[in-house]
């Protein structure tokens, strides 16, 4: 997978990929992360990426002649699935959503920054626009980190246990069973007996009732799916 994105802070993004899983999975050549600055797009001595809204208001609006010229270099070197605009009103961000992306070959990640996009942006160039949750960053940068983190994870041979990434919470719409390691006590405070059992499938049961029981009294609204 390769994936590209687009932003006028660079710097803010690249920390995550600099370290643990993410890293490791770019040292593999799992996944390819090339990062674009937008203001390397921009004409004249002002590198000016934004501009004033038509109609007034406050805030600033992303030009699109930058992010169509980096976009559409992109697109000459070869084909993408999707282009993805992080923003809060796009769709939001869920284990599916995932699994999805991590299937593509080729995405572009375009960040906005300020007030937003020119909309003509998002109505010519962009094929999907995701959230992070009901709330407003500064940037898409953190949440473009996120989509990666969450996406790259799932990538074939990027996490040591090809099953790990099935038993997490939301595969299934379900959150994960509680989890226990050693001391068997703590302060009086006991692993469930089940757990040292050795019984295979009675504990399979066990963690599938406690991952039900776990997401009723948590998330309900996951059982509706
Ligand atoms: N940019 C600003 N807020 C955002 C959010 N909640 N999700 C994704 N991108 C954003």
């Known amino acids: 997978m390769r994936i590209d994105i687009i932003t006028v802070l660079p710097e ?9 899983i993410l890293k490791r999975a770019i040292e593999a050549d799992l996944v390819e992360v090339h990062f674009h600055n937008l203001r390397d797009y921009t ?24 992010i169509d010229k980096c976009i559409s270099k992109l697109k000459e070197e070869r084909n993408y699935d999707e282009v993805i605009y992080m923003t809060p009103d796009g769709e939001t961000l869920n284990q599916g959503i995932a699994n999805h992306i991590s299937l593509k070959e080729n995405i572009i990640i375009l960040c906005g920054h300020y007030k937003g996009v020119d909309q003509r942006v998002r109505d010519l160039l962009i094929t999907k626009e995701i959230s992070i949750g009901d709330y407003v960053l500064s940037g898409g940068e953190l949440g473009a980190a996120v989509l990666c983190d969450a996406v790259i994870r799932l990538i074939p041979g990027v996490l040591g246990n090809e099953t790990s990434a099935l038993t997490d919470s939301f595969q ?11 001391p068997r006590n703590y302060k009086g405070l ?28 948590r998330r309900p609204d996951l059982l509706d799916k």
């Open 43 to 66: 004409t004249g001595n002002y590198k000016s990426i934004d501009d004033t809204q038509f109609g007034g208001g406050a805030g600033m609006v992303m030009s699109i002649e930058p």
């Open 172 to 182: 299934d719409n379900l959150l994960a069973p509680p989890i226990y390691t050693k």
């Open 190 to 217: 006991e692993v469930p007996e089940i757990l040292l059992s050795g019984h295979a499938a009675n504990i399979d049961k066990w963690r599938e009732d406690q991952a039900y029981q776990r997401t009723k009294e």
């Open 12 to 20: 803010l993004l690249k920390s995550p990929f600099e370290a643990s």
